[in-house]
């Protein structure tokens, strides 16, 4: 396993997938890339216009992302932190495809109801896209 992209958000779930990937990376000497995605917020009457810009995620991210790396240097590991903006499930896809990955590593938990009925599992939605091996960490 060469290189693993792991989508972080500070939530539980995604604490494990960061620990589940620093275990792996551990026995396999793996380069790990960390991504905290931010959504793509439009204002309501600008019709597509506006939003945030991808190249200036919001500070919450970027906490996040130091959180992890945090984490990971308490383990004597490194990772590439790279802050993402869009959907989450698509920014994590083309994180791999961008730096080469072998293994996408997400944490999952239980869908609401709500979820359930759209279907908008971030880790199912990788697992589908994604042109490499996807651990999901329950």
């Given at each position: 396993?060469?290189?693993?992209?792991?989508?972080?958000?500070?939530?539980?779930?995604?604490?494990?997938?960061?620990?589940?990937?620093?275990?792996?990376?551990?026995?396999?000497?793996?380069?790990?890339?960390?991504?905290?995605?931010?959504?793509?917020?439009?204002?309501?009457?600008?019709?597509?216009?506006?939003?945030?810009?991808?190249?200036?995620?919001?500070?919450?991210?970027?906490?996040?992302?130091?959180?992890?790396?945090?984490?990971?240097?308490?383990?004597?590991?490194?990772?590439?932190?790279?802050?993402?903006?869009?959907?989450a499930a698509d920014?994590?896809?083309?994180?791999?495809?961008?730096?080469?990955?072998?293994?996408?590593?997400?944490?999952t938990r239980e869908?609401?109801?709500?979820?359930?009925?759209?279907?908008?599992?971030?880790?199912?939605?990788?697992?589908?896209?994604?042109?490499?091996?996807?651990?999901?960490?329950?």
């Open positions: 396993m060469k290189t693993i992209v792991v989508g972080y958000d500070n939530t539980e779930p995604s604490q494990r997938a960061l620990e589940r990937a620093a275990d792996i990376a551990e026995k396999f000497g793996s380069r790990l890339v960390v991504t905290s995605v931010s959504p793509v917020l439009i204002p309501s009457g600008t019709h597509g216009t506006g939003g945030i810009d991808p190249t200036d995620p919001p500070e919450q991210h970027q906490a996040e992302l130091e959180q992890a790396k945090g984490y990971l240097s308490g383990r004597n590991l490194s990772a590439e932190l790279q802050p993402a903006s869009g959907d920014a994590i896809v083309e994180a791999a495809e961008q730096t080469g990955a072998t293994l996408i590593v997400v944490g869908p609401g109801t709500l979820e359930r009925l759209l279907g908008t599992s971030v880790s199912q939605s990788v697992s589908k896209h994604a042109h490499c091996d996807v651990l999901i960490v329950h």
